[in-house]
């Protein structure tokens, strides 16, 4: 089994910041891209931000210039660094990994999603 634990959540003033981690164990062959996503409450979730095992890195524009996110592969983990946060960032996000499992005569990649953790930001 595959699990993605994240931490880092918590409550914060605008114009603060916070660091966001994922860990990704259990039985991993290799991961694939990761990525960031939040669910505002009665919005659809959005993908904040991604990046590929070669560490290409895509954001949503609204975060643009404010997080950053990178990862370590020896550690199967994955970051969001957020700055200058706005109460509009104010979310429950939720980490995403396609991570190939299995044995050496079968793989197969499938993709996982954390539990979620809450990130507030107040005025």
């Known amino acids: 089994q595959v699990q993605l634990v994240e931490s880092g959540g918590g409550l914060v003033q605008a114009g603060q910041s916070l660091r966001l981690s994922c860990a990704a164990s259990g039985s991993i062959f290799s991961i694939n891209a990761m990525g960031w996503y939040r669910q505002a409450p009665g919005k659809q979730r959005e993908l904040v931000a991604i990046i590929t095992s070669g560490g290409s890195t895509n954001y949503a524009s609204s975060v643009k210039g404010r997080f950053t996110i990178s990862r370590d592969n020896a550690k199967n983990t994955v970051y969001l660094e957020m700055n200058s946060l706005k109460p509009e960032d104010t979310a429950v996000y939720y980490c995403?990994?396609?991570?190939?499992?299995?044995?050496?005569?079968?793989?197969?990649?499938?993709?996982?999603w954390g539990q979620g953790t809450q990130v507030t930001v107040s005025s």
């Open positions: 995403n990994a396609a991570i190939m499992s299995g044995s050496v005569t079968y793989r197969y990649t499938q993709n996982y």
